[in-house]
């Protein structure tokens, strides 16, 4: 009994070789993208400014800055408001980003990373 080749006959093993180099190809951009993904930096503020924050790809915080005149000890609540704002805010910006760097790469994945 003769056994269906599925890869269209006497060519199915070069043509597994290349499809598995583009594999290989794309999974190292796949990695280099990410590991310049991580590098980067987000930034976001609240308040009109009052609070900013920076976060790194990696969805680390690096950096917190309150303004002074927005210390109200009668509303701790606010600040934390803002605070709460500004980093979200910042870290939905570098989660977007890396869908949208990944998802060029691997088109219908993007929301995989």
């Known amino acids: 009994m003769a056994r269906n080749n599925h890869f269209g006959g ?23 993208a990410q590991e310049e ?12 400014g009052m609070i900013s924050v920076t976060v790194t790809g990696k969805r680390e915080l690096k ?10 000890p009668d509303d701790v609540e606010m600040l934390q408001d803002m605070i709460l704002a500004a980093v979200n ?5 570098a989660e977007e980003t890396r869908n949208n760097e990944m998802s060029k790469l691997a088109p219908g994945m993007g929301g995989m990373f």
């Open 37 to 48: 993904l991580d590098e980067r930096e987000y930034s976001a503020q609240a308040g009109g």
């Open 89 to 93: 805010e910042a870290l939905r910006l």
């Open 63 to 72: 950096s917190l800055e309150i303004k002074p005149e927005c210390v109200d």
């Open 10 to 32: 006497f060519g199915g093993g070069a043509n597994m070789q290349q499809l598995m180099r583009q594999a290989q190809k794309l999974q190292e951009q796949m990695t280099k």
